[in-house]
Structures are given as C-alpha cells and as structure tokens.
C-alpha cells in the first residue's frame, strides 16, 4: 500500500523576546530591534506524519494518539508559557521561530513511533513559517 | 532540510497580450484578461530560504535584509505599476507565472549574497485566493 501524509495542527500562544543570553544588552538590541523587547504570537504548528495506511483500520495513525503527543511534547511545554523564563531550550539561543522549530522536531521525533514524523511547520505569525522536512537538525 | 517563509503582498496591474499576437488571438487565449485597459490584482508573495541556521542570532537570515531585498527588488518595483511597462516582461507576458520565475530570478542571487549558504529554494505566488503558482523545489 502507498506511503500517505497526514497533517495535524495545533494552535498555542506564548510570549518571549529574542535575545541570545550568550550576547551583551547591546548586541541583542542591534541583532533583534523591536524582537529584543518582550511580545507574543499565537504559534500555529503543522505536524505532517508519512505512512502507510494499516490494513485493517486504514490509519497512519489513530489522530487521538497524535493529538496525546502532541499536547504531551508541545502544548504543556509551551502553550502560555513564557520561551525564554519557561522553558529550558533557550539559554543559549534565541527562541527565533528556526529554534523553536528545531526544539520541538526534536522531542516530537522523540516520541512518535520511529520514521513516522515527515516534516513540521511553524507560523510564528500569518506572514512568517519555518518549515523542517526530514531528519531533524540535519540542516 | 530547515527554510524559512516569508509572506509579503503588492497591488500591480497587468494585461494578459502577446504583442506578436492580432487582438482576436489575444482575445482567444487569454480572454478577459486581455482587456486593453488593463486589469489587476493583490498579489501575495510567499518567499521560502533555506541555509544553516546563524547560532548567534537563530536565523537563517536576517529578517529585516530578507524583508529589505524583496521590498526593493519586488514589491517596490512591481507593486503599483503596471507590469507590462517593466523590464522583466519586455518579451514575456507578465502572466503569474512569469511573475513567479521573473521574482525567482530576481532575488535568488541576492539572498545568496546575504549568508554564504543562504539560498532561495522557492517562490509562491497567489494571484487571486483561487490561484497560486509555485517555482522551485517543491516541499
């Protein structure tokens, strides 16, 4: 039977700045301008698995499953929270939506049964997406 | 693979003519949109760069060069203009797919100047909500 995508999305709100803890005040200001001050953005975030359907009940995956994980990895971690104070990805880069992005391939890879997840996408905002296809960090 | 995508939009004006063409071949292929006087639309503008991610500043590239090269060499120059008139349709029909692989070429060299590594993988232009038209590498 043939590989199928399947797609399921997840909105979450949080606030943070952009502001790398290894830069001085100034370096941050001149690298990030408004960024560096404290703000928020709704996330809204792809999550596409590839698979091949099972036989007998025709799913990739049961969504209820996908939907655990993805509360479980993403939605405790971030929803409401604040990146920079909240969460412990951050100390050493700025939580730019390529980061966040790349965190949260991480600990979705982790926890999906191996060779499932194809690929994310992250909109920061309706205007800005970072999209991660294939093995995660490889990039 | 990681890239980023940024959203942009511009109002321009166009008419779908060949001017090798009589006005009844005209008329015949692209229809109304070979209305003489013109016609138009709010063009929105998906641009997709990919690159290693700058561990100092967790990007692929700046946000505000990538925003400043488009505004300069896209959204400047096409956007309320009359795209016929301009240089990049001169011998080609500045149809929305035109539109897409004059935009492609316009600022793949220059995103590549931005980072070493830094490179635009794809163009995706939405003419009306009802028609978009991709060039590059698809997802």
Known sequence: ?139 | MIALTRRYRFPAAHVLRHPGLSDADNARIYGKCANPAGHGHDYGLEITVTGEVDPASGQIVPRDRLDALVAERVLDRFGHSLLNEDPAFAERVPTAENIALATFAELAPAIAAVRPGARLVRVRLEETRKNSFETGEAR
């Open chain 1, 1 to 139: 039977m043939p590989n199928v995508r399947l797609t399921r999305a997840v909105e979450f709100s949080t606030s943070l700045r952009y502001w790398n803890p290894e830069l001085s005040e100034a370096a941050n200001r001149e690298a990030f301008g408004r960024k560096a001050a404290p703000h928020g953005h709704n996330y809204r975030l792809e999550v596409t698995l590839c698979g091949e359907p099972d036989r007998l009940t025709g799913m990739v995956i049961d969504l209820k499953d996908l939907q655990d994980v993805i509360d479980r990895e993403v939605m405790i971690r971030f929803d409401h929270r604040d990146l920079n104070r909240d969460t412990p990805y951050f100390d050493k880069e700025p939580p730019t939506p390529e980061n966040l992005a790349r965190v949260i391939d991480r600990v979705l890879r982790a926890a999906l049964p191996s060779g499932l997840l194809y690929g994310i996408r992250l909109f920061e905002d309706a205007d800005t997406f970072v999209e991660l296809i294939g093995p995660g960090d490889a990039a």
